[in-house]
């Protein structure tokens, strides 16, 4: 209960704080090549996309594989370039960034990887995994760079420190690997960390920890959030505004609290209803599942794109008419035609 | 033996050791459990605990660093741990009980087409004519719904939960009566990790098939569980009913194991365990768990007996 509380106070003191991120409009299209010349197509991964993130919030974007969702993210990271709209970051837009402007931009953002092991040099220790990007960043003291180290990773719980520089990441457990993985996201002091999936690929126990460590660096820093799950149950401890996404849009976005209690797009719907928690009950029942899957983005279905697979489709309506954004309530956005004013 | 016949599946003191350049790694060390027909029994436990090699022990699927294999495993009331390799392949490993290996839907071969992959093993260990084996696999197809046309089709033209409905499929084929699937869903998305556990149950219901489900997933695994056996550095520290155990664990890991699962609808803030699980080459000879326990006390270092509690088996001073 006092989880939800905290969440909508933040909610309701978020008009003042400042607008760190800006995403607008964004469309995100991959072209497909017919032997190598002429456009077959698009891959629409990110179709009109648009939100603020504001400084200090944590957001969760949640959605299956194949939504859209890491596309997104690697845009905002500057990563992809988009094919329309923008991503605006602190006043400026990042795809007309040059060389210097983008350097700069990276030491504002910081990524956690899905994998840790595969996004470990391994041939690298932790030294100079964690000191290669403050040598890019410019920072020529080598004493300023080990003391930044050394603070980074006792924020990360990493300690004793020394044991741990020279360490591969091989010699290092999944949750060590991960909390090596924040450290580097950390080092450069960024305003912003995306996070994509950073605990699917570790156990029940350590991920519980290391999303209280993300949670508590969010807070102490003041850091802007970007998680990107598909997991429902995790998202309450973190966020205070989820975005559900499918087939490359936004679909539902809202303070969690309210997603949570109150969920409005049948996709969400579906997504809390297939999430389990541990009881024997379960056993005993079947799941409703939508049928079919998640649809191509290359040919997208006319109107709704969750349509196909919605129980409660509107005949003539939802499989001709794109459904535009509905606020049925304050700060809650539902892009389905069940809402329409 | 009559005590061994009513039960499907019978495990005593199972033991699988290998021998790597470190030292012997005891990752399945004197297991004791049994399964009923049509009952699903769930495995859980962190990784590196020994959860597959259970599973490997089980069916004898063993690689060739082994360096102590021995126990008991009944299937049906006979001892199939007496059979030679040959007599076990052809008498154990498909009709008896059959394995759905982790990440299922990447080990099918990609040459050839599903219908011709799902048909083979009722082809070699039901010495069935190949029309009749893809009528099987067209049946089988029916029951973890996948369209009968997609028997033509190769792996790469399927969707990861369509492949892993495959693989299931494949170890249906031949209708054994216990099905050892390793971590199902591990890769899969939300909504087809739940329509794999509805085909699951339905198969269940249907078939009269047993599970053994071994998985980390304490939240998905209660989709599927009958009982629940909890597993720690390479033994079983808890086994009990799934409704006895979910709301109330005894065992000190099991309880921190259920108190570290994030939920949607309570609000409960998880709590993780501290420390990490022991080396499986240098385990203590004491409780397993201690080191890392908070509810330790004096006798935690001996070695902890198996106490029967209300039908439930705990290994834990605190009951004894």
Redesign the interface.
């Known amino acids: ?4 509380q905290t969440v909508q106070t933040t909610n309701t003191a978020q008009d003042t704080r400042k607008v760190l991120l800006s995403i607008q409009n964004l469309r995100v299209w991959f072209e497909l090549r017919r032997f190598g010349f002429g456009i077959a197509g698009y891959v629409r991964a990110v179709d009109d996309v648009s939100f603020d993130l504001h400084t200090g919030e944590a957001i969760a974007v949640v959605g ?2 194949g939504c859209g969702k890491s596309s997104l993210m690697k845009t905002v990271l500057g990563l992809y370039r988009p094919r329309e709209g923008k991503v605006v970051f602190d006043g400026q837009v990042i795809s007309e960034m040059g060389r210097k402007g983008l350097n700069w931009y990276r030491s504002q953002v910081g990524y956690i990887q899905q994998d840790p092991y595969g996004a470990l040099p391994p041939f690298m220790n932790v030294l100079r995994i964690l000191d290669e990007p403050l040598v890019i960043g410019g920072i020529r003291n080598k004493e300023e760079r080990m003391a930044r180290i050394h603070k980074v990773l006792n924020e990360v719980k990493m300690y004793p420190v020394e044991d741990f520089l020279p360490k591969f990441p091989h010699m290092l ?2 949750g060590q690997q991960q909390r090596t993985v924040i450290a580097r996201a950390m080092i450069r002091d960024p305003k912003l960390i995306v996070a994509d999936e950073p605990v699917s690929m570790l ?7 290391i ?2 460590l993300l949670r508590g660096l969010q807070e102490t820093h003041n850091l802007s959030f970007i998680y990107i799950t ?5 998202v ?2 973190f966020s205070e505004r989820i975005f559900v996404m499918y087939a490359g849009k936004l679909v539902e976005k809202g303070p969690i609290g309210q997603i ?1 209690k109150n969920p409005l797009h049948p996709y969400t719907f ?11 009950r ?2 005993e029942t ?2 409703e ?2 049928p079919g ?1 998640p649809p191509s983005l290359v040919k997208p279905p006319a109107g709704c794109r969750f349509h196909p697979r919605c129980s409660r489709i509107i005949k003539g309506l939802c499989d001709q008419q794109e459904p535009p954004e509905f606020e049925p309530e304050p700060n809650h956005q539902v892009q389905c035609w069940l809402y329409k004013q | 033996m009559a005590t061994n016949s009513d039960k499907l599946l019978r495990v005593e003191n199972l033991v699988l050791h290998f021998r790597t350049t470190v030292g012997v790694v005891q990752a399945v060390d004197g297991i004791d459990f049994s399964l009923d027909s049509n009952r699903a029994v769930v495995i859980l436990g962190e990784s590196g605990c020994g959860k597959t090699s259970l599973a490997k022990a089980i069916l004898r699927l063993l690689p060739r660093n082994v360096a102590k294999y021995s126990g008991k495993v009944y299937l049906n009331g006979t001892d199939v741990m007496a059979f030679n390799d040959e007599e076990f392949r052809q008498n154990v490993r498909w009709v008896g009980m059959s394995l759905v290996p982790q990440a299922a839907m990447n080990a099918l071969n990609p040459v050839i087409r599903v219908g011709d992959q799902v048909a083979e093993p009722a082809m070699i260990h039901l010495g069935v004519k190949k029309e009749e084996a893809l009528n099987l696999a067209r049946q089988m197809f029916q029951h973890v719904g996948v369209p009968e046309d997609f028997l033509a089709r190769y792996p790469f033209e399927l969707s990861g939960g369509m492949r892993q409905r495959v693989a299931i499929a494949m170890a249906l084929v031949t209708s054994p009566s216990l099905i050892v699937l390793d971590e199902p869903t591990s890769a899969l998305d939300l909504l087809t990790q739940a329509n794999i556990f509805n085909v699951l149950k339905r198969i269940k219901k249907e078939l009269g098939t047993s599970f053994i489900l071994i998985t980390h997933d304490i939240a998905t695994s209660s989709e599927l569980a009958d009982e629940v056996a909890i597993m720690y550095a390479g033994q079983i520290v808890e086994t009990a009913h799934a409704k006895d155990f979910f709301p109330a664990p005894l065992h000190p890991y099991a309880q921190m194991l259920m108190a570290s699962v994030p939920r949607l609808r309570a609000d409960q803030d998880p709590e993780f365990i501290t420390g990490q699980p022991p080396s499986l080459i240098n385990l203590p000879t004491f409780c397993r768990f201690a080191p890392r326990c908070p509810k330790r006390f004096g006798k935690c270092d001996q070695d902890p007996p198996v106490v029967e509690k209300d039908g439930r088996k705990v290994k834990c001073w605190l009951y004894a």
């Open positions: 209960m006092a989880q939800t299956e594989s457990s999944g156990d029940a126990s350590v991920r519980v920890e999303l209280k598909h997991d429902l149950s995790t309450k401890y949570l579906a997504l809390m209803a297939a999430t389990s928690d541990p009881d024997a379960n056993a079947y799941k599942v939508p899957e």
